[in-house]
């Protein structure tokens, strides 16, 4: 039975995008796929209102947040933390050995600017690091008031995890001033997991240069050199972009801003039916995701009985992340999920939930 992901990673990956990924296989050193390169870096552009140069990367999106780590610290990174991915990013800079701080807030609750002045002011530190949206328990930080501030230091780069965020919710990374901001392919974008994308400012590419032990597979520098060329430094997944370059065709056809839209009422609707059936909002308010809703387990439901319930009339949802497992669940309605759909599965969990 075909079960319907509502889980924040992989999403629903629709037929289209299936039938884009069996394309027949072609050199990634011929014409052919260097006109698809540049045809999928500038619709990336138009996705993410920027003229930086963009990166095609054959990994999961963790794999583009190490090569942040790699390419872009030279002195001291400030790791802004809200949840598990951001915290994540910041064992990757301890892991690659950089100095490196982590500002926390309680589970719930946002990145805030202030926070963000105070650390930058001191002056220790040259890289930023921010989750836009934490999926481990659904708050959307203040992307474009965090960059407002970060523009006040005009040396420190500032590194964007838009995993699941990107291509649900608009980020303007030219007038935000992002240097790099990242995803992979599984959330947002729809598509099946296994490829990541960044966008790159000139000023990271010139810190890039000057850092030492970038590594080999995810050396900034040369990906720089191939991108060129309409190229990858290695054989990239083709089968991804060409799926890829079908999809931002697909959200153009729709229109960026009617995407955005669409998605926001879905997250309205998804909120409203937790409000409604006893739950909590586990975010503060005003930051609640609008990619996914995370339910506070106010009324102590068995979440794995009820996916298994779901799983039995073909829906999936997501359990709390680590800590929060038993403590919250969680809806994704982000990629291509419509209204119907979404009320389909609160329909179906209205059902199940009388009966636990
Ligand atoms: C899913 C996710 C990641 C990890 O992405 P992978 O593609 O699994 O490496 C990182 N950050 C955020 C915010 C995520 O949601």
Not at 112 to 131: N, S
Not at 324 to 346: P, Y
Request: hydrophobic share 40%; glycine share 8%; proline share 4%.
């Amino acid at each position: 039975m075909h079960i319907k992901l509502f889980i924040p990673g992989p999403v629903e990956v629709y037929p289209g995008v299936l039938n884009a990924m069996s394309t027949p296989m072609i050199g990634h050193r011929t014409k052919a796929y260097t006109d698809l390169h540049g045809a999928v870096k500038s619709k990336l552009q138009q996705l993410l209102y920027t003229k930086n140069k963009i990166f095609l990367s054959t990994s999961s999106g963790t794999g583009l947040m190490e090569a942040c780590v790699r390419n872009c610290i030279s002195k001291r990174a400030a790791h802004f933390v809200c949840g598990e991915f951001g915290e994540r990013w910041y064992g990757i800079s301890l892991a690659n050995g950089k100095e490196a701080d982590k500002f926390e807030v309680p589970l719930g609750k946002s990145i805030k600017p202030a926070m963000v002045d105070e650390a930058l002011k001191t002056g220790k530190y040259d890289t930023v690091f921010v989750t836009h949206n934490e999926t481990s328990v659904g708050v959307m930080n203040p992307l474009k008031e965090i960059a407002d501030v970060v523009k006040k230091y005009p040396d420190v780069l500032f590194m964007v995890d838009a995993v699941s965020s990107m291509a649900g919710a608009k980020i303007e990374v030219d007038a935000w001033g992002i240097d790099v901001c990242l995803a992979s392919t599984q959330k947002g974008f729809a598509l099946p997991p296994g490829f990541a994308v960044c966008s790159i400012s000139a000023q990271a590419l010139e810190r890039a240069k000057t850092v030492k032990n970038r590594g080999y597979y995810f050396d900034f520098v040369e990906f720089e050199t191939f991108d060129a060329k309409n190229q990858t430094p290695t054989t990239p997944s083709v089968s991804h972009i060409f799926a890829l370059n079908y999809q931002l065709d697909q959200m153009l056809k729709e229109g960026l801003d009617n995407r955005f839209n669409r998605l926001k009422e879905l997250a309205q609707m998804c909120r409203k039916w937790v409000t409604d059936n006893g739950f909590k909002l586990f975010t503060e308010p005003g930051y609640e995701s609008i990619t996914m809703t995370t339910a506070e387990n106010t009324r102590k439901i068995d979440i794995k009985k009820l996916n298994e319930e779901l799983g039995k009339v073909g829906y999936m949802i997501s359990a709390g992340y680590g800590k929060l497992k038993d403590s919250t669940f969680r809806i994704a309605h982000m990629g291509d999920c419509n209204a119907s759909e979404l009320k389909g599965l609160l329909d179906a969990m209205d059902k199940i939930i009388k009966t636990l």
